[in-house]
């Protein structure tokens, strides 16, 4: 079983950065994570995915070279560097865990809103 607690949340301005960070309890070392996002009146969207190795990295186009997946393995987090944030970059950012023996994502944090204003 794997619980995961989302951090980070604060208040930031168009153009500014934001760390946010999804510590684990339980063994993820072999785990994919991701973080996903949902918008107020939109359904969840993938953000980015980094494989249990950190050698692979995967982000959706929006994101792209604005925001950076990481992971300590020592330490189970997973982290995500926000730059450049815009208002549509406002959403609850999830972050979630997949087993290796799964297709998919089953384990969620709670959740930490993310808002950017002017």
């Known amino acids: 079983q794997v619980h995961l607690v989302e951090s980070g949340r604060e208040p930031v301005q168009i153009g500014g950065s934001l760390r946010l960070s999804c510590a684990a309890s339980g063994r993820i070392s072999s785990h994919a994570l991701g973080w996903w996002r949902q918008a107020p009146g939109k359904e969840r969207e993938f953000v980015a995915a980094?494989?249990?190795?950190?050698?692979?990295?995967e982000y959706t186009d929006s994101v792209k070279g604005r925001f950076t997946i990481s992971r300590d393995n020592l330490k189970s987090t997973v982290y995500l560097q926000m730059n450049s944030l815009k208002p549509d970059d406002t959403a609850v950012y999830y972050c979630?865990?997949?087993?290796?023996?799964?297709?998919?994502?089953?384990?969620w944090g709670q959740g930490t809103q993310v808002t950017v204003s002017s």
């Open positions: 980094i494989n249990w190795r950190g050698s692979i990295r």
């Open positions: 979630a865990a997949q087993p290796s023996y799964s297709a998919y994502y089953d384990y």
